[in-house]
Structures are given as structure tokens and as C-alpha cells.
């Protein structure tokens, strides 16, 4: 969990349009090994290099895609949507961090 804090104010800063968090981080998991997270960016990004710059490095736990729009649609949409036999899964995402 205290990835995903370090996650979402280095989002905040590098100017993140959305989160959304997947893996076993969503179910019912006691200790999750896996934590994917799809950030999405745009125009402006990024308003921190800094921030940018460790996002791009990673946080511990935390499997990060850096995506503009027509990646976050396969990611999201597609990919984090269902499992292997292409059951629907859930996601979590992040819709404020202010």
C-alpha cells in the first residue's frame, strides 16, 4: 500500500490524467504479489520531470505502464479487463489524489 502512495503523489506531480490499479492488488488476496498499474498521460505530461523520472524507474511492488490514450484503451480495456479464459476481472481506479 505504501507503494501506491508514493504511486499516486508522483502521478499528481507528474501530471497524471488517471490511475487505474490491477493484479492481484484487487482481489481477495491476503499478501498480493503484483500490484500493474496503468497511468494514463497527455498533452503536458510531464508538469515534474522529477516525478516523471522516478516513475520511470519504478516503485517497489508496483508493475507501472506510462500510456497515452490508444494504450490505455488496450491496457484498460482489453488487457486488465478479463484473465486468461477471458472472464472479467476487477480494477480499482484512483479518480482523485488532490
Not at 18 to 41: K, Q
Not at 80 to 94: K, L, Y
Request: aromatic content about 8%; overall charge negative.
Amino acid at each position: 500500500m505504501e507503494s501506491i502512495r508514493w504511486l499516486t503523489n508522483l502521478a499528481r506531480r507528474a501530471g497524471v490524467r488517471r490511475i487505474v490499479i490491477n493484479g492481484s492488488f484487487t482481489t481477495a488476496v491476503l499478501e498480493p504479489n503484483d500490484v500493474d498499474c496503468a497511468l494514463l498521460i497527455g498533452p503536458g505530461f510531464p508538469q515534474d520531470a522529477k516525478a516523471e523520472e522516478e516513475l520511470i524507474e519504478g516503485l517497489p511492488f508496483l508493475d507501472i505502464h506510462l500510456v497515452r490514450q490508444d494504450g490505455w484503451d488496450e491496457l484498460v480495456g482489453k488487457i486488465f479487463a478479463t484473465d486468461r479464459r477471458r472472464n472479467p476481472r476487477g480494477m480499482i481506479e484512483v479518480i482523485s489524489w488532490s
